[in-house]
């Protein structure tokens, strides 16, 4: 029988805690900083599984014994390029107007390590997001707000004002950072189980009817494709 874990988050991510905790699972936090350049040639998705997975490596040296560390990277793909966190205003300015009126994806890499015996596991998800026809005002005032300044494609689709996604049919938790139906498919398989209805509760606390969290929840969407 495999020994008890301890569920340690490894990031500091305010979104990623406060999607975590809709599940009940008890966990710790250490966050990981590692290198997120991309390297030549490398797909989206190879990307942001290298990170997650480097993410979950990185944390584990500081870890207990008992940790199961999760991570998580996201990635907002426009075409065929991967687009960061501004480094400035005048950037986000940019990317937003890149972004307007049309869709592009975002990828969502989830990554699982028990410390103990080294066993791992991880998910992608990559869903298609619409974007509304918003006007360079509603940008500028988006970014003076320095909400922007902090998030790959300098937008966070939570915002409760600028609300730049319109639309959408995939997975919003997705977005925000941490898909919380598929990472409860992957904890299942180290034993750990969610204390609530965990489709239920980010619906409400998002204020999205997710069309695809129960298909997913009953294991009949790849966990490797997600919303695509």
Known sequence: MSEPVSLTLASNSPRRRQLLALGGWRFSVLPAEVDESPLPGERPDEYV??????KARAAAREAPRDALLLAADTAVVDGD??????????????MLKRLRGHTHRVYTALALLRK??????SGLTVTDVPMRHYSDWEIAAYVQSGDP???AGAYGIQHPVFRPVQGLKGCFASVMGLPLCHLTVLLRQFGLFPLTDVA????DEIGYA?????????GEGALDKGEE
């Open 210 to 218: 997710c069309p695809v969290a129960r298909a997913i929840l009953l």
């Open 116 to 121: 103990s015996d080294g066993c791992a596991s």
């Open 200 to 203: 239920r509760r980010c619906q």
């Open 81 to 94: 390029e991967i687009l960061g966190k501004p480094s400035d205003a005048q950037e986000a300015v940019q």
């Open 149 to 151: 300044l902090d998030k």
């Open 49 to 54: 599984l290298r990170l997650a997975e480097a």
